[in-house]
């Protein structure tokens, strides 16, 4: 059968896996993985491919990736993506969905860490554009600025973001970010793999990528 997003938004397990991912890495100190973010990543992977006139059916299995993407950072953050592929299948087994739409969303949360990812369809791409688009200060839980690591003043530095695609053309990224708080350079030196990534993501959909700064072009 067709499984659909209400459908795995109802899932208590599948809730119960995402807030068990988010708890460990908090113990980590990692920012925010929990429910505001796999549900941004949801809202901004189906604004990719329905603005870009992707089938139906193709928005809402990207949107069920996202939601899960991160699932696996609850056996480790490493190599969370393939296991959270992997926990997908089991689960999406369990909901009687149909083998071509596992496989999609298996592909899709296995290539979506920037360690070992590749756009390798549009479900994919659409991902990967939409995690690393989220950052913003909102995810940093770290209250102790004088103990912030690059990681939580990059984030936290972002006050605003948001992401814009002009349809045969470039898909944006368009950041403000408080310099008092991190510089330009610093935001490169953790994100700059990302933003070859996503440079990847928007060519398999047919489109430059862009990444704006406090209104100057970077990218």
């Given at each position: ?48 491919l ?19 993407h ?42 979506h ?10 479900i ?50 368009d ?23 996503c ?13 704006t ?7």
């Open positions: 059968m067709h499984i659909t997003f209400e459908q795995v938004l109802a899932n208590e397990e599948i809730h119960t896996y995402i807030e068990q991912s988010d708890a460990v890495l908090l113990s980590m100190g990692y920012t925010e993985h929990s429910f505001p973010h796999v549900m941004r990543v949801a809202e901004l992977t189906h604004k990719i329905t603005t870009l006139n992707y089938p139906k059916r193709d928005c809402e299995l990207a949107c069920i990736a996202a939601y899960l991160d699932m696996g950072n609850m056996i480790n953050r490493h190599n969370h993506a393939q296991n959270g592929a992997l926990l997908a299948f089991d689960l999406l087994k369990q909901m009687h969905a149909e083998p071509n739409d596992i496989a999609l969303i298996m592909t899709a949360i296995g290539n860490d920037e360690g070992t990812a590749f756009p390798v369809d549009p994919t791409a659409a991902l990967i554009l939409a995690d690393k688009s989220d950052v913003r200060y909102t995810r940093v839980r770290n209250q102790d600025f004088a103990t912030f690591d690059i990681h939580d003043r990059v984030n936290y530095a972002v006050k605003r973001s948001d992401l814009y695609i002009e349809k045969d053309s470039h898909i944006e990224l950041l403000d970010i408080d310099t008092s708080v991190c510089a330009v350079m610093d935001y490169f030196e953790i994100f700059l793999e990302r933003m070859m990534l440079r990847k993501a928007a060519e398999k959909l047919g489109l430059a990528f862009r990444l700064i406090n209104k100057q072009p970077i990218i």
